[in-house]
């Protein structure tokens, strides 16, 4: 064995222990620094790929370059590399919210909400059918009171048309004569026609005739004709009485028949003026009396009318109304309804309720009108060339007749724009 070999393998001896003893006292020499890092949200998994332990906050590390992952569901991960040199090390971490993840729930969210919207809208809705349902009842009952109210109005208006038709003694005297025949018709056989086919022996009677005497018999009916006094008798001669007995039982003889009351009247004094019959003179002055009183209502009507004509009408007929006015105060001073009528010729008030184009919203006030026993009527009237309708309510000869009947008005129709008008002369 030679000495080059053992000095080699002595060489490899002392050289491997010192290698060995290098290392260790590197190793223990290394410098260690403390890592940290934040993450956010908390819960991030972070993990440092150099490691296989997982990540716990806070670690050291020596130094050197590490991969670093962070990661969270519903976040869009991060990774990158940190250094550690010399210090220790902390970093924030921020992740970003994937918007693709909360996207269902807002729309759900927003779709509950629209929901929600929907239901109450739904509840409203109910609330106002009730109500409107509960107003249907309200107005089909006052229909049915309206129409009751309309019948009943038809059937008075029937009454009282037959009351009209029925005939009136004022107006038809003769009718009343036949019905109620003088007490003196049965005397009526001892005033016979003859004598007025021979005037001459009638006029002049001979004094021993006994026809004065059966004539006087029947003068105590005369009484009983209710008739003015007669005009004066034609006075006869002393020695012909006969003359004034006939006159006085003229009227029996008139009662049946106006012919033959003439013939009797020119038997009594061809020469001088025919006496008047009582009875035909009384009956003709019922006939003037119910000419003049229907001339009078007749005339109360007209005013009436002009007085309901729209203002423009009004004016058109003012003079023939005025001079007719007079003419009824003139005639008939103490008639009530020439009264009336005048008073609201001088002052009158009246209720605009309604301007329509329609009639038939018209006859619907007015309808509704007569339901409350108001007076109604209309007037027409044209605007730029269309026909209105108002509807107006009176007349009225007091402003506090006029005001309570806009209030019934407002209470039952539940109107604010009726007007009150005042008229003059």
Known sequence: MSYGIVGLAMGILWVQPFTIQAAHAEEKTSPRFQFTLVTEPTDAKVQIHELTQPYASPVTLPEGRYHISVTAPGYKGEHGTVEIKGKDWSGLVRLTPVP???????????????????????????????????????????????????????????????????????????????????????????????????????AKPSPATPAPTTVATAAPVTPKVPASDPPASPKPSPATPAPAAAATAAPVASSPAPAATASVSTAISPDSTPV??????????????????????????????????????????????????????????????????????????????????????????????????????????????????????????????????????????????????????
């Not at 129409?147 to 003694?169: I, N």
């Open 276 to 425: 008047p019959v009582l009875s035909v003179a009384g009956a003709g002055n019922n006939v003037a009396g119910a000419s003049n009183n229907m001339e009078v209502k007749e005339g109360v009507q007209r005013i009436l009318t002009h007085l309901q004509d729209a203002p423009a009408q009004q004016k058109v007929n003012a003079a023939a109304m005025k001079t007719l006015i007079k003419n009824l105060v003139a005639t008939a001073p103490n008639d009530a309804e020439v009264q009336r009528v005048k008073q609201l010729y001088d002052e009158r008030y009246l209720l605009y309720v309604g301007t329509f184009s329609s009639e038939s919203k018209a006859d619907d006030l007015e309808n509704r009108l007569r339901a409350l026993a108001l007076p109604s009527f209309r007037q027409q009237f044209q605007i730029q060339g269309q026909k209105m309708v108002r509807v107006c309510v009176g007349l009225f000869a007091q402003r506090q007749e006029a005001v309570n009947a806009l209030n019934a008005i407002q209470r039952e129709f539940n109107v604010q724009d009726v007007i009150i008008r005042k008229f003059n002369k």
């Open 100 to 202: 693709s993840a909360t996207a269902p729930e807002a729309s759900q969210s927003a779709i509950d909400g629209a929901w929600e919207k929907i239901r109450k809208e739904q509840n409203l809705l109910k609330e106002e059918r009730t109500k409107l349902e509960e107003k249907a009842g309200q107005l089909a009952k006052e229909k049915e009171k309206l129409a009751q109210a309309m019948a009943k109005l038809d059937l008075d208006a029937k009454e009282l048309a037959t009351r009209c038709k029925e005939p009136q003694p004022a107006v038809n005297p003769t009718a009343s004569t036949s019905a109620k025949p003088s007490p003196a018709a049965p005397a009526a056989p001892v005033t016979p026609k003859v004598p007025a086919s021979d005037p001459t022996a009638s």
